[in-house]
């Protein structure tokens, strides 16, 4: 137990559904990501929140769109998605966003697209 | 571009072996992260080095910074079970924008 909870622990959808992915932390943290790990490639990071202002996208498709309403919870919404797309997404947390801070991840989302 | 190379890519020992895996890079880290990857699961961090030459001890497990900070080593004794998993590092780029960059990992399998 992280305490950083990711819904749903799986997911398959067609290209053309729309889903969203959840994201919710209890460790009072102020900065909340999204990272995607594909096999045989590094983890990949997506999106920065910082105090539920975007502070990073990492040149990601549109299809994906990031939503941080609060310090607390961070969702990803999926339109219209590839093949390629299929991953494991990770969600993580820490106090800040400075280097050398401890990343938080929560289990992950395993999305498959058909 | 492929910042952080860990090698080897896969390693499969028996239970009580000794093992280094290895985390190297031609740029320059302000700070490098180790973390385990246990299947189904997230990453866990395990240590932080920051300093050039700096030397972590976790019970069975070392970790050291080179010194120039551009390369890092983990090295597990008497490996048990328990320690498989994926092992990622992961580096805070001097001058960079401030996010980590990972390497691909090192994934571990200790055989009872």
């Known amino acids: 137990e992280t305490g950083v909870t990711q819904t749903p622990r799986h997911l398959v959808m067609g290209m053309t559904n729309k889903k969203s992915l959840k994201c919710e932390q209890h460790?009072?943290?102020?900065?909340m990501y999204w990272y995607k790990q594909s096999a045989k490639k590094p983890l990949e990071l997506m999106f920065v929140?910082?105090?539920?202002?975007?502070?990073e996208n990492n040149s990601v498709p549109s299809r994906f769109s990031p939503e941080c309403p609060n310090s607390s919870h961070l969702f990803l919404h999926l339109h219209t998605l590839q093949p390629e797309d299929s991953a494991l997404y990770l969600c993580?947390?820490?106090?800040?966003?400075?280097?050398?801070?401890?990343?938080?991840f929560g289990e992950g989302s395993r999305l498959t697209v058909l | 571009t492929q910042l952080l190379e860990q090698s080897p890519q896969f390693l499969s020992i028996q239970e009580g072996e000794n093992l280094t895996v290895y985390c190297n890079s031609s740029?320059?880290?302000?700070?490098l992260q180790w973390y385990r990857q246990e299947p189904g699961e997230g990453p866990v961090l395990l240590v932080t080095?920051?300093?050039?030459?700096e030397v972590k001890k976790l019970k069975r497990l070392t970790f050291q910074f080179g010194d120039a900070r551009k390369d890092s080593s983990l090295h597990i004794t008497a490996a048990q079970p328990g320690d498989t998993g994926l092992y990622l590092c992961?580096?805070?780029?001097?001058?960079?924008?401030?996010?980590?960059?990972f390497g691909k990992g090192t994934k571990l399998t200790v055989n009872p």
């Open positions: 460790l009072g943290h102020n900065a």
């Open positions: 740029s320059v880290f302000s700070s």
């Open positions: 929140y910082s105090l539920e202002e975007r502070v």
């Open positions: 080095v920051v300093t050039g030459g």
């Open positions: 992961a580096g805070g780029k001097v001058g960079g924008s401030e996010k980590l960059v």
């Open positions: 993580a947390s820490s106090q800040n966003t400075g280097l050398g801070g401890e990343l938080f």
